[in-house]
């Protein structure tokens, strides 16, 4: 008798589900209106719930569960889209929406955990079923992290040990390696317990909360067909190409810290893996199209580059390569969000047409860089007005060019969100920054965190408007301007608002006077912002 078990809900007697066979639940499904995500969510979950609560014979609960995972996969993509890459804190219904997620996730997991659990015991039904059900178990676990990823928020240590205690199971059931189909990877269906396994904790180590929601799904259809060239070994590798990942079996995290921490080691060989993902980046170098070398027809360059050449970091080179050592900080930095904000706060003054007076005093600008905003209680406070506010988050670590800040839940703030701009003053500074937000996450339920990278130079405020026929009646709209800083090659570039950018496209940018200028190249996109290099004309 194994000694491994989970954490699972008694089965017995009490209220069925609606159906307890297998012809029972194609028949439910036929009348379900599963069309509306929500209510199939709902429906869904009661049954799922009442099953896994329910005393049936083992070799049956496999079927239902086979039979509703399709569905639950379907409701559960439709439902992900309300809180897919918002930015943070989640509004209420977009947390409701993940909570759902999360749920129906964890039953699906715990039905087969039900029959892990069985295989174990030493059910005849089930033990030639063992690999599929292991492989399902590790799946629905892989999906609700990949939710958790989705709307940036930190997985409970539980995740992890029930990973791993997924995993030991089907070690001992000698179920790693046969192959199983999975009909939820639609173009790499082949799949095993030992690529599940590897899929997972490969998702984590891709620093997820630096990529975008398209590219998380990116990188979740990648490892269906990556996964089987990872190996998992009680010992370590011979002659690696690249580091290994190493795994301690009976711990409550994604990875070992080193051999000497002892525990049920085990080693993850990535030479397989690095020499695919390396030839790739080298073929799409020379010009290849990332569909003829099976990376997916919506896939283009350079973002398809760029996200394999993350990876290869941070799977193979132990993470991203840092320019400037960062090291453990502390004090304020005060931050603005929202480009209308921001240039309230940059330029000192409200953002008006040019040619209306729109400037402000000097009591009032000097009153913005001491309180936050115009001292007064008058209708004239446009800040307040607004809503614009100076937020002060904790500092955490910092290098020359960003820092790591922390603002606890309950203090009032704006939302962050990856690639979005913002605003940063440093203690000690009196004037801000722009820069970017390249990853927010909750961390530990009680503070969001954000990773912040400097954009170079002193920053000016200006407005732009389009040029042409269809940009006529059109209106000026905030804008930045940065000089070129040559020590970090960095040239003199504007930034103007999402999907501006075109190659040779003409736009009016008003400093002082009204002039002209053709945007060139694209050097960063975010959330709400391009940055790009322009030709005076």
Same mark, same amino acid.
């Given at each position: 008798?194994?000694?491994?078990?989970?954490?699972?809900?008694?089965?017995?007697?009490?209220?069925?589900?609606?159906?307890?066979?297998?012809?029972?639940?194609?028949?439910?499904?036929?009348?379900?209106?599963?069309?509306?995500?929500?209510?199939?969510?709902?429906?869904?979950?009661?049954?799922?719930?009442?099953?896994?609560?329910?005393?049936?014979?083992?070799?049956?609960?496999?079927?239902?569960?086979?039979?509703?995972?399709?569905?639950?996969?379907?409701?559960?993509?439709?439902?992900?889209?309300?809180?897919?890459?918002?930015?943070?804190?989640?509004? @209420?219904?977009? +947390?409701?929406?993940?909570?759902?997620? %999360?749920?129906?996730?964890? $039953?699906? #997991?715990? &039905?087969? /955990?039900?029959?892990?659990?069985?295989?174990?015991?030493?059910?005849?039904?089930?033990?030639?079923?063992?690999?599929?059900?292991?492989?399902?178990?590790?799946?629905?676990?892989?999906?609700?992290?990949?939710?958790?990823?989705?709307?940036?928020?930190? @997985?409970?240590? +539980?995740?992890?040990?029930?990973?791993? %205690?997924?995993?030991?199971? $089907?070690? #001992?059931? &000698?179920? /790693?390696?046969?192959?199983?189909?999975?009909?939820?990877?639609?173009?790499?269906?082949?799949?095993?317990?030992?690529?599940?396994?590897?899929?997972?904790?490969?998702?984590?180590?891709?620093?997820?909360?630096?990529?975008?929601?398209?590219?998380?799904?990116?990188?979740?259809?990648?490892?269906?067909?990556?996964?089987?060239?990872?190996?998992?070994?009680?010992?370590?590798?011979?002659?690696?190409?690249?580091?290994?990942?190493?795994?301690?079996?009976?711990?409550?995290?994604?990875?070992?810290?080193?051999?000497?921490?002892?525990?049920?080691?085990?080693?993850?060989?990535?030479?397989?893996?690095?020499?695919?993902?390396?030839?790739?980046?080298?073929?799409?170098?020379?010009?290849?199209?990332?569909?003829?070398?099976?990376?997916?027809?919506?896939?283009?360059?350079?973002?398809?580059?760029?996200?394999?050449?993350?990876?290869?970091?941070?799977?193979?080179?132990?993470?991203?390569?840092?320019?400037?050592?960062?090291?453990?900080?502390?004090?304020?930095?005060?931050?603005?969000?929202?480009?209308?904000?921001?240039?309230?706060?940059?330029?000192?003054?409200?953002?008006?047409?040019?040619?209306?007076?729109?400037?402000?005093?000097?009591?009032?600008?000097?009153?913005?860089?001491?309180?936050?905003?115009?001292?007064?209680?008058?209708?004239?406070?446009?800040?307040?007005?607004?809503?614009?506010?100076?937020?002060?988050?904790?500092?955490?670590?910092?290098?020359?060019?960003?820092?790591?800040?922390?603002?606890?839940?309950?203090?009032?703030?704006?939302?962050?969100?990856?690639?979005?701009?913002?605003?940063?003053?440093?203690?000690?500074?009196?004037?801000?920054?722009?820069?970017?937000?390249?990853?927010?996450?909750?961390?530990?339920?009680?503070?969001?965190?954000?990773?912040?990278?400097?954009?170079?130079?002193?920053?000016?405020?200006?407005?732009?408007?389009?040029?042409?026929?269809?940009?006529?009646?059109?209106?000026?709209?905030?804008?930045?301007?940065?000089?070129?800083?040559?020590?970090?090659?960095?040239?003199?570039?504007?930034?103007?608002?999402?999907?501006?950018?075109?190659?040779?496209?003409?736009?009016?940018?008003?400093?002082?006077?009204?002039?002209?200028?053709?945007?060139?190249?694209?050097?960063?996109?975010?959330?709400?912002?391009?940055?790009?290099?322009?030709?005076?004309?």
């Amino acid at each position: 008798m194994s000694t491994i078990t989970f954490d699972l809900p008694s089965l017995g007697t009490g209220q069925p589900p609606a159906f307890v066979s297998a012809r029972g639940c194609h028949d439910w499904l036929a009348v379900q209106p599963l069309a509306n995500p929500g209510h199939a969510q709902a429906l869904m979950l009661r049954q799922i719930n009442l099953l896994n609560r329910y005393g049936i014979a083992p070799g049956e609960r496999l079927k239902l569960l086979e039979l509703l995972r399709d569905p639950i996969a379907f409701a559960q993509t439709e439902s992900a889209r309300k809180f897919a890459g918002r930015p943070l804190p989640l509004a @209420p219904a977009e +947390q409701a929406g993940m909570d759902a997620n %999360r749920t129906l996730w964890q $039953a699906l #997991q715990t &039905g087969y /955990l039900h029959c892990l659990q069985a295989c174990l015991e030493g059910s005849a039904e089930l033990r030639p079923h063992a690999p599929l059900i292991a492989q399902r178990a590790l799946s629905a676990l892989r999906a609700e992290l990949l939710d958790i990823y989705r709307a940036a928020t930190d @997985p409970p240590s +539980q995740l992890w040990q029930v990973l791993h %205690r997924v995993f030991s199971a $089907a070690e #001992q059931l &000698g179920a /790693l390696a046969q192959p199983v189909n999975d009909s939820l990877q639609t173009t790499h269906p082949a799949s095993s317990v030992a690529a599940a396994y590897a899929q997972t904790l490969l998702l984590h180590r891709a620093s997820p909360y630096e990529l975008s929601g398209r590219q998380l799904l990116q990188v979740e259809r990648w490892l269906h067909r990556w996964g089987g060239k990872v190996a998992v070994l009680k010992a370590p590798p011979a002659e690696p190409r690249v580091p290994p990942l190493l795994v301690d079996l009976s711990a409550a995290a994604p990875e070992a810290p080193s051999e000497e921490s002892g525990g049920e080691l085990r080693w993850l060989d990535l030479s397989d893996l690095s020499r695919s993902v390396k030839r790739r980046i080298t073929h799409l170098q020379r010009g290849e199209s990332p569909a003829s070398l099976g990376l997916g027809e919506d896939c283009v360059q350079p973002g398809c580059e760029n996200l394999l050449r993350h990876l290869y970091q941070q799977w193979f080179k132990g993470g991203a390569a840092r320019l400037h050592p960062r090291h453990s900080g502390s004090g304020i930095c005060r931050l603005v969000t929202g480009l209308e904000a921001i240039h309230y706060y940059l330029s000192g003054k409200i953002f008006r047409q040019p040619g209306q007076d729109g400037a402000m005093s000097k009591t009032q600008a000097d009153e913005i860089a001491t309180f936050g905003r115009v001292a007064t209680r008058h209708e004239e406070d446009y800040s307040q007005m607004q809503g614009f506010l100076i937020e002060e988050w904790q500092v955490l670590d910092e290098s020359a060019t960003g820092f790591r800040l922390m603002r606890p839940l309950a203090q009032n703030g704006g939302r962050i969100g990856s690639g979005q701009m913002v605003a940063v003053m440093p203690e000690g500074s009196r004037s801000f920054l722009l820069a970017v937000a390249r990853w927010s996450r909750l961390a530990g339920g009680a503070g969001l965190q954000a990773g912040i990278q400097i954009m170079p130079g002193n920053p000016l405020t200006i407005a732009l408007r389009g040029t042409g026929l269809a940009a006529i009646n059109e209106k000026y709209r905030p804008g930045f301007k940065l000089p070129a800083v040559p020590s970090l090659k960095y040239p003199e570039s504007v930034i103007v608002p999402a999907g501006w950018f075109r190659p040779g496209r003409v736009i009016d940018l008003y400093e002082q006077t009204s002039r002209q200028i053709r945007l060139t190249h694209q050097l960063d996109r975010g959330s709400d912002f391009e940055r790009c290099t322009y030709d005076n004309l």
